[in-house]
């Protein structure tokens, strides 16, 4: 099977409903993309990766299913390896080796795509205006957006040996240009 970004999207939309589980994946891609992008990588098969990454937390929402229990499905949807391999790498609990770029980059993406969300939808701008900085603030009120865990986020960007805010820089600019299927307010919609 070729592994496209249009055939993740079609697998992870049959078995996942939830607005706010697409936008996850959508931000996740973006972000994993982007640094895809800037290092030559394959796109499609990082997009790919990112967008199933959670594809069965809807049908698994537990940590004894998520994410082992929807390798099996991807096996059977014709999912190579390397895409499975890479879903379940995401899984603190599984303890899988991030040995490539694309496993260490997913990890990075995974918790700082959700938490400059959160920071951007209790601005009147949303991102277009954020700063590392304000992030950083933020990560140290453990009671804004309670279940990002801070810890992966700083085990992220030292996973891609980056400093902190050049990571949230990095990622802050690679969800500006989908603000919008997000959720998210932008300089021209507040003003309107
Ligand atoms: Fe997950
Ligand atoms: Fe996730």
Redesign the pocket.
Known sequence: MEVTRERAWETLTRYTKSEALLRHARAVEAATVWYARRSGEDEELWAAVALL??FD?EIHPTLDQ??QDGAPILRDEGWPEEVVEGVLS??EHLSMPRDTPLKKTLFAC?ELSGFVHACGLVRPDGIDTLEPKSVRKKLKQPSFAAGVHRDEVYEGAELLGLELDEHIRNVVEALRPIAPQLGLRTAATAQA
């Open positions: 990454h959670d937390y998520h994410p995401h899984a995974d």
